[in-house]
């Protein structure tokens, strides 16, 4: 990450610390190791190539291992990952991870169930060495099975002389309430609307 897996891991970081005090043990989930490795030049190049990797690192079947050494190479140190969700009032709720509470707390699902998701539209804003990118997803558990959701990445990047750097990625889920709006959909389903 809906952006299931992002969204899976924001939600369930999210309710291991909510209603614990500072002085409560919080559970943990399995530590999954991720080795250090040199960024592919494929992937931190230009904006279209860290917007591929992001979407393929933590794309796959079931089985079959996240690319989470490549993951990581695309963000600075001190990613954060905020997933967007509702309360069960109604209220907006922000579930912010860093990489590694990320990786450890959706693995699991992520090798059990599957999961694939595909950018279907980006509008990028560009000024100097910085970027902003708003890149609408579909999701789905199988490569070309029903999508599941979608929503948009609300992703900053900047460029340093010698490469590209996500800085943050944000994003919310489709909802009733919160449809996709036309201006961040591929044309043919902007028609729809």
Do not use: C
């Not at 889920?173 to 389903?189: G, Q």
């Amino acid at each position: 990450m809906l952006r299931f897996a992002r969204w899976f891991a924001g939600a369930l970081v999210a309710s291991l610390f909510s209603g614990l005090s500072m002085a409560q043990q919080v559970p943990t989930a399995p530590h999954i190791d991720v080795a250090a490795m040199a960024a592919r030049a494929e992937d931190v190049a230009n904006i279209d190539g860290i917007m591929k990797a992001f979407y393929e690192v933590i794309s796959g079947p079931a089985g079959q291992a996240r690319q989470w050494s490549r993951d990581r190479t695309l963000y600075i140190a001190d990613i954060r990952f905020v997933s967007m969700s509702e309360d069960k009032a109604g209220r907006p709720k922000a579930n912010v991870v860093n990489h590694q509470q990320y990786v450890d707390s959706s693995d699991a699902i992520l090798l059990k169930e599957g999961f694939y998701e595909n950018e279907i539209h980006r509008v990028t804003e560009k000024f100097g060495n910085i970027a902003h990118v708003f890149s609408t997803y579909e999701s789905r558990l199988k490569a070309g099975g029903p999508v599941i959701a979608r929503g948009i990445n609300s992703i900053e990047l900047f460029y340093d002389g010698k490469r590209w750097w996500i800085a943050s990625a944000i994003w919310d889920d489709e909802r009733p309430d919160n449809p996709l709006p036309p201006a961040y959909l591929p044309e043919k389903d902007s028609l729809k609307k």
